[in-house]
């Protein structure tokens, strides 16, 4: 079984940062990746970042250039680095993880950009 629990989301203005980030608990392998979504309100869950020893690092078109994923595969953890936020960036952001047998997702945290 894997809990992963989330952190970092909040209020910034357009052009701000946020690091987010999220510890796993439970057997984690590099060999699988480990993910960030969000979801916009009235929009469904997208893809913004992964990472795995396997496939290396992947960005949405829309993040490229400005969000960084980095993973820590000793504290079972990963990171979303977001710099020059702008408001679509407005969402809810579930770190994920999948491997051969389950898929697993966090609660969710809010990341609102607005002046």
């Known amino acids: 079984q894997v809990q992963l629990v989330e952190s970092g989301g909040g209020l910034v203005p357009p052009g701000g940062s946020l690091r987010l980030s999220c510890v796993a608990s439970g057997t984690i392998s590099s060999f699988y990746p480990m993910g960030w979504y969000r979801q916009p309100p009235g929009k469904e869950r997208e893809l913004v970042a992964s990472v795995s020893s396997l496939r290396g690092t992947y960005y949405a078109d829309s993040v490229k250039g400005r969000f960084t994923i980095s993973r820590d595969n000793a504290k079972n953890a990963v990171f979303l680095q977001m710099n020059s936020l702008k408001p679509e960036d407005t969402a809810v952001y579930y770190c994920?993880?999948?491997?051969?047998?389950?898929?697993?997702w966090g609660q969710g945290t809010q990341v609102t950009v607005s002046s």
């Open positions: 994920n993880y999948r491997n051969a047998a389950e898929n697993y």
